[in-house]
């Protein structure tokens, strides 16, 4: 029986573009070799990468008694969340928008035997 179980971040303040760099790295691995590429990982995205993934493993054990060693990172994703605005003075009277990008990161893990 293939089981799968999902973690997801919201509102995390990182760009979505920097965040996808570390969960490109992650996708279709087993569980173990995505943790180690997380923690060797020096970018800062990588932090909330691994919250998500742990948590998506906790909610695999804990809610679904899936077996930790045979889990596979089936997908993970980063969409856009709401972006932060703000307004930075700039020459001759004039402002220009800032806007600090947020992210909503998903893991989704699958046990092996339907993959």
């Known amino acids: 029986m293939n089981m799968e179980t999902r973690a997801v971040s919201k509102m995390v303040r990182i760009s979505p573009h920097k965040a996808r760099l570390v969960i490109d790295q992650i996708r279709n691995k087993d569980v173990n070799a995505a943790l180690q590429i997380v923690r060797l ?45 703000r307004v930075e003075p700039r020459a001759r009277g004039r402002a220009d928008m800032i806007r600090r990008r947020t992210s909503h990161i998903t893991v989704v893990l699958s046990d092996e035997e339907g993959d």
């Not at 990588?46 to 596979?72: G, P, Q, Y």
């Open 41 to 85: 990982s020096k970018k800062k995205a990588a932090r909330f990468v691994l919250k998500t993934l742990e948590s998506a493993i906790a909610n695999a054990e804990n809610n679904h008694e899936m077996d930790v060693d045979k889990l596979v990172v089936k997908a993970a994703y980063v969409d856009e969340g709401p972006s932060l605005k």
